[in-house]
């Protein structure tokens, strides 16, 4: 599988203020995505990066907050702007690796950036 | 470590006994499912997927049914160690729909010695 690495591993953050979370992949990837997983709960897709063209957003979510930059197949940033409390979360990368073996393609998922807003 | 999943749903189960996880879906068109596995602090970790045209699938100590007429998924673990504690989530997607995943609620599962 890929090796997904994600920075700052977490951050605690001052309401209003913005953070950057990176994500680098060890190979080239097409797809990837961002998620966020609130406290206690599951993984809500945000958004899917695309290289080359501006991220596809979920509902719930808007550019303006979660503005995502991918300038290329390993690398993608997600910023949550303006933060709030409610922004505490972990928030994951994946990305979709095919397998050329059984010609099976499966997303992987990043450590993950736990943020802390205060 | 990080308090993923405080509130899901726990499954204790004796170390050495079988685990089964359970997992309902929505939508009948999802046509790919998989199995993550999430520690304390990590992100999600691959365990082992399903094509909806199939019905049963194993790997390492691990198997995944399906049951499309109910629209049900489970993980089965067998010989259920300490270090298989953590809480699961099932995921499903739709290949036309661009594998975007939907996550399901996730359950923990803490292994007794």
């Known amino acids: 599988s890929a090796v997904i690495s994600q920075k700052p591993s977490r951050d605690i953050c001052q309401r209003g203020t913005s953070l950057t979370i990176q994500c680098q992949v060890d190979s080239q990837v097409t797809m990837m995505f961002w998620y966020r997983q609130q406290p206690g709960q599951s993984l809500t897709l945000i958004a899917t990066?695309?290289?080359?063209?501006?991220?596809?957003?979920e509902s719930g979510f808007v550019i303006d907050k979660f503005p995502i930059s991918r300038p290329n197949l390993t690398f993608s940033t997600l910023t949550v702007s303006n933060m709030s409390p409610e922004d505490s979360s972990i928030y994951l990368c994946?990305?979709?690796?095919?397998?050329?073996?059984?010609?099976?393609?499966?997303?992987?998922f990043g450590p993950g950036t736990r943020l802390t807003v205060l | 470590g990080e308090s993923v999943g405080l509130h899901l749903p726990t499954l204790s189960v004796q170390e050495g006994d079988n685990s089964i996880i359970n997992c309902a879906y929505s939508?009948?068109?999802?046509?790919?499912f998989i199995w993550y596995k999430q520690e304390s602090g990590k992100g999600p970790q691959f365990i082992i997927d399903?094509?909806?045209?199939?019905d049963k699938r194993q790997g390492q100590r691990v198997t995944v049914l399906l049951n499309k007429t109910v629209k049900h998924l489970s993980l089965q673990i067998a010989a259920t160690q300490p270090g298989d504690s953590a809480v699961y989530f099932c995921?499903?997607?739709?290949?036309?729909?661009?594998?975007?995943?939907?996550f399901g609620g996730g359950t923990r599962v803490l292994v007794k010695p």
């Open positions: 990066a695309n290289q080359g063209s501006e991220a596809t957003y």
């Open positions: 939508n009948s068109a999802s046509d790919y």
């Open positions: 399903i094509r909806s045209n199939m």
């Open positions: 995921a499903e997607t739709r290949k036309a729909a661009g594998n975007k995943l939907t």
């Open positions: 994946s990305v979709e690796y095919f397998f050329l073996l059984d010609r099976t393609d499966t997303q992987y």
